[in-house]
C-alpha cells in the first residue's frame, strides 16, 4: 500500500502530526510505502532523537515558500500561496499513490480529487479575518473554498478543536486526541515546579518574550524549561534556574508542571498526551490560535490569557494554576480526554483504502 502525505511548512506541528500518524500505521500494518512532502527542516526538527523507518521515503524543497502564517501579508504577493501545487502537480507517486492526505493544504484537490485533508482549520478562515483588505490573500479564500465546495473532500480533524469553517465546509471526521502512549509516571519530577515556555518564532512572541523570560528565570520558586531558541533571552545571572527543553515526544513536556504556549495544535497535543496543564498566550491577529485557547479553557484544560496580556498576568496566573486544588482539577480533566484519535484514523485510512 502507498500513501503519500503533503505537510504545510508553516511551523512544526503539521509534520508532527503526520509523523505520529505515520508511526502508528507502521505499527499496525505491515508493506506501507509511505512518501512525505515536507521541507528538511521540519524533519531534522522532529527526527533528531527518533529513527527514520525504512519504509518512509521524504521529498524536499517542493512545499516552501508555500502556505504559511505571516503578520506581513505582503509576503503572498509573490504567488507563494498557490506556487507550491506546480512544484508536485506532475509528481508520478502522487498520481498513482493509493490515498493522498494532505496535512492543511487544500489545493492538494487541484492534484487529487479525492485527496483527503486533515487539520482543525482551514487557511482560507484564518487569512479571511487577519488580511481581509489583500487582493492576493481574498484571491486565495476564494479559489480555497471553491474547491471545497465542489469536491466536499473528506477532513480527519480534531473534534475539541475544529474550527466551524472545516465542520461546515467539508465532510468531517471529528476525532479524540491523536496522542501516543507514554510512560508519564516514569519521568523524573524537579523538586520545585518546572515551567516551560514554548511561543513560536513570530515577532510579536518574541518581543514579548523578550520581557517575560528574564522575568520568570529570575523566580527562585520555579525551574524553567526552554527550548534552545529562547535561550538568547535568559540572563547571565538567571542561568542557573533553567534547563534546555529538547521535545523528546512526550517525556519533557511530561517533565514540566505547566507549560505556557502559543496554541498550536502540535504543542497542545503535547501537553494533551502528558497530561500537563497548559497557560495559552498568542497575537492578536490569528483566528486560530484564538479559537483554540478558547477551546482548551472551556474544557477546563489550561488558561487563555487572550492576546492582551502581560508579564504580571502571567506570573498571577501561574500561581492560580499551581494551586493544589486548581492543578489537580485541570490535570484530572486533561487525564481524561479521549485520546485514540491516531487509532481510529489510521483504522479510516486502511478501511478507505481497502474497501475502494
Request: proline letters at 5%.
Amino acid at each position: 500500500m502507498l500513501i503519500a502525505f503533503l505537510v504545510c511548512p508553516s511551523g512544526l506541528g503539521h509534520f508532527s502530526r503526520v509523523m505520529s500518524l505515520v508511526d502508528y500505521l507502521n505499527s499496525v500494518e505491515i508493506g506501507l510505502e509511505i512518501h512525505i512532502w515536507c521541507e528538511d527542516w521540519q524533519r531534522k526538527s522532529y527526527l533528531k532523537n527518533n529513527n527514520n523507518p525504512k519504509n518512509i521515503i521524504f521529498h524536499y524543497g517542493c512545499m516552501q515558500p508555500g502556505v504559511e502564517w505571516s503578520l506581513d501579508p505582503e509576503i503572498y504577493d509573490d504567488g507563494r500561496i498557490t506556487s507550491w501545487e506546480t512544484r508536485i502537480a506532475n509528481e508520478s507517486i502522487l498520481l498513482s499513490a493509493d490515498i493522498v492526505i494532505s496535512d492543511n493544504l487544500v489545493g492538494a484537490l487541484n492534484i487529487r480529487q479525492d485527496t483527503v485533508l486533515m487539520g482543525s482549520f482551514l487557511w482560507s478562515d484564518v487569512f479571511e479575518k487577519a488580511y481581509p483588505s489583500n487582493n492576493t490573500v481574498q484571491e486565495f479564500i476564494y479559489r480555497e473554498r471553491s474547491l471545497l465546495e465542489k469536491y466536499n473532500p473528506d477532513m480527519l480533524c480534531l473534534a475539541d478543536l475544529a474550527m466551524p469553517g472545516v465542520l461546515n465546509r467539508t465532510n468531517a471526521l471529528p476525532l479524540p486526541w491523536m496522542c501516543t502512549e507514554s510512560n508519564i509516571n516514569e519521568i523524573p519530577k524537579s523538586k520545585k515546579p518546572r515551567i516551560s515556555v514554548q511561543i513560536g518564532l513570530t515577532e510579536a512572541m518574541k518581543n514579548w518574550a523578550a520581557f517575560i523570560i528574564p522575568l520568570l528565570t529570575s523566580i527562585s520558586d520555579y525551574e524553567m524549561y526552554l527550548p534552545e531558541y529562547l535561550m538568547k533571552y535568559v540572563p547571565a545571572e538567571n542561568s542557573d534556574n533553567v534547563q534546555t527543553f529538547n521535545f523528546t515526544q512526550y517525556d519533557d513536556y511530561a517533565s514540566c508542571n505547566v507549560v505556557i504556549c502559543r496554541p498550536g495544535v502540535g504543542t497542545l497535543t503535547a501537553c494533551i498526551g502528558s497530561d500537563t496543564p497548559m497557560i495559552l498566550v498568542y497575537e492578536e491577529e490569528n483566528a486560530e490560535m484564538g479559537h483554540n485557547a478558547e477551546c482548551i479553557q472551556k474544557l477546563g484544560l489550561g488558561f487563555d490569557m487572550g492576546f492582551e496580556w502581560d508579564e504580571t498576568e502571567i506570573i498571577k496566573t501561574v500561581k492560580i494554576l499551581l494551586n493544589p486544588h486548581i492543578y489537580r482539577r485541570t490535570k484530572s480533566r486533561i487525564q481524561s480526554a479521549k485520546k485514540d484519535g491516531l487509532k481510529i484514523a489510521s483504522d479510516w485510512i486502511l478501511d478507505k483504502v481497502y474497501n475502494q
